[in-house]
Structures are given as C-alpha cells and as structure tokens.
C-alpha cells in the first residue's frame, strides 16, 4: 500500500508542472497575431484544469488513506438494536411531549390527564373536573388587591394624589390662566374686520386714557370737537359702526389732517379707544361742534 501513496504524491506534484509545459506546447503553437487576449485565457483555462486535477488528486489520496486503515485495523460489525414492540398506553407515554409555555402559563392539562382529575360526585350524569384556578389569573387577583391598597392610602389616606374634583378645579385654575394668557396675545390680532363693541370698564377707562393722550387737541377734552368733528352727536363722517371708527383710527384720513395711528398704538389700544368714542355718544358736552356728515342710529 506504502507505494501506492508514494505514486499518488508524485502524481500530485508532477501535475502542475505537466499542467504547465502543455499550456506552454499550446502558446508556442498559437499564432502570434490572436493576441494576448487568447494567450491568456489559454493559461487561466490550464491553471484551472490544473488545481481541479489537484483536489481530485487530494481527494484519492484520502479516500486511499482510509482504506488502508480500515484493511490494517478492520472496525467490529455492530448489529442493530432488535425494535422492541410497545402497547398503547407504553407507545402513549413515550409519545409525550414537554408542555408548551402556553400550556405552562394556562394549567393546561393533556386530555389524557382528564381521568385523574375527576372528582368523585356526579350530578345528572355530569362529572366535574378538579381544575385549579391559573396561577395567571390568581396572580391578577392579587395585583388589583394591591392596586386597591395603594390606591387607598395614596388618595384617601395620605393624601398624595388628587381626587378628580380636586383635579377638576386645578385644571378649571390652568384653563383660566391659559385663556388670560391667550387673550393677552390674540388681542393685538384684533382688526377692522374683528373688532367688536365692548362696554367693559376696564376696555373705556383705557380708550378714555388713550383719548386724552391722543385725541385732545382736535377733538375736545369731552369728544364736543375742535379742528375735528364732533365725536358725540349721530353723524359721522366716515361711519360710525365700531369697525368704521377702529378703520378711520387704524389708517387715518391723509387728506383731512387725521393722520394714521397704526404704528403709534397696537391694535387692542386702538380697540379700546374705539369703544370709548361710541360711549361718548349722546354725551351733549357744552361747546359742541355742529353735526357733520350722515347720521347713523
């Protein structure tokens, strides 16, 4: 067998020089005006052929190497187990399987259980199973019994949570202070279009304020008019609607000497002055100038 081996490895090595002086015959015999386009495919196709033949070499080599150590030291025959034949209750029982997570986490039981759970009394025939409570649910139980404690001693005893009408008025608290934030910021969003007739205090203590700051000199200390017109009597010139007046204000009339007020006040100072000069409506101060313009109810 040793020489076998032996002539296996020559043939192993002497493959890839054989390989090579082939593939050198078949580039020598090629002619020279294919290119070196052909002449190197010739060799790729050769180094190929060569290391195919090598694991083809490698592989006889070993398959060689085990016969020759089975033939030396020849392995016993082990005869196979003779099939033992089972009843069904035995073929059942090493059927089993492990239960699932499923069935774990349930208490399920195999049907095949269903015998031994059976209790002793019947009832028209009917019998019952002993089938424990699942851990899962008793588990549920005791949670919402925790849950209850704490829930208890949080909201009643301790008083660390509030109840909800608690919680009604603190929220009641935070929308109110939301809606005067909101109000403080939305006011100046206020335009001829938007603006509404107000008759608080506070909005005619402010227009009145702003009036006497503004307004004085062309329209009277009480609105009876001066260079401007009358502001207490029905006619108007330019519309006496709140948006015509907060209009007039807001943009001013170039041509009669009323300037416009949009960059000097915001739009709720305009709003509120607004308001105060149709509450001076009906006023009759001494001095006042004559009606100008269309009356308006």
């Not at 035995?90 to 774990?104: G, H, M, T, V, Y």
């Not at 009145?208 to 401007?228: E, I, P, R, S, Y």
């Not at 416009?260 to 149709?278: A, C, D, G, R, V």
């Amino acid at each position: 067998m040793r020489p076998v081996l032996n002539l296996l490895l020559l043939l192993a090595v002497g493959l890839p020089a054989t390989a090579q002086e082939q593939a050198a015959e078949v580039i020598a015999e090629a002619p020279k005006s294919s290119g070196s386009f052909l002449i190197n495919t010739v060799i790729v196709v050769f180094i190929v052929a060569a290391l195919i033949l090598l694991v083809v070499a490698f592989v006889l080599l070993r398959t060689f190497n085990i016969l020759a150590k089975e033939l030396s030291n020849p392995r016993p025959f082990v005869a196979p187990e003779p099939v033992v034949k089972l009843d069904y209750e035995d073929w059942l029982a090493s059927e089993r399987k492990k239960p699932s997570i499923i069935s774990k986490l349930l208490s399920l039981r195999p049907l095949e259980e269903e015998k031994d759970l059976i209790m002793e009394h019947k009832f028209d025939g009917i019998a019952e199973l002993d089938n424990p409570t699942p851990p899962w649910f008793m588990w549920l139980f005791y949670g919402t019994i925790a849950f209850g404690v704490a829930y208890f001693l949080n909201y009643h005893v301790f008083k660390w949570g509030l109840l909800q009408d608690e919680e009604y008025v603190v929220e009641v608290q935070e929308a109110e202070a939301a809606k005067i934030e909101y109000l403080a910021t939305a006011a100046n969003l206020i335009d001829e279009n938007s603006v509404t007739v107000s008759t608080e205090p506070a909005v005619i203590s402010a227009g009145m304020a702003l009036f006497n700051t503004n307004c004085v000199a062309c329209h009277g200390d009480k609105g009876q008019g001066t260079v401007g017109p009358n502001l207490t009597d029905e006619y108007w010139l330019h519309g006496g609607s709140v948006n015509n007046v907060f209009k007039t204000i807001k943009y001013g009339i170039p041509e009669k000497g009323m300037i416009s007020w949009e960059k000097q006040m915001t739009p709720k100072q305009i709003s509120e002055l607004s308001n105060y000069i149709l509450s001076l409506k009906g006023t009759n101060p001494p001095g006042a100038k004559e009606p100008q313009g269309e009356k308006e109810g």
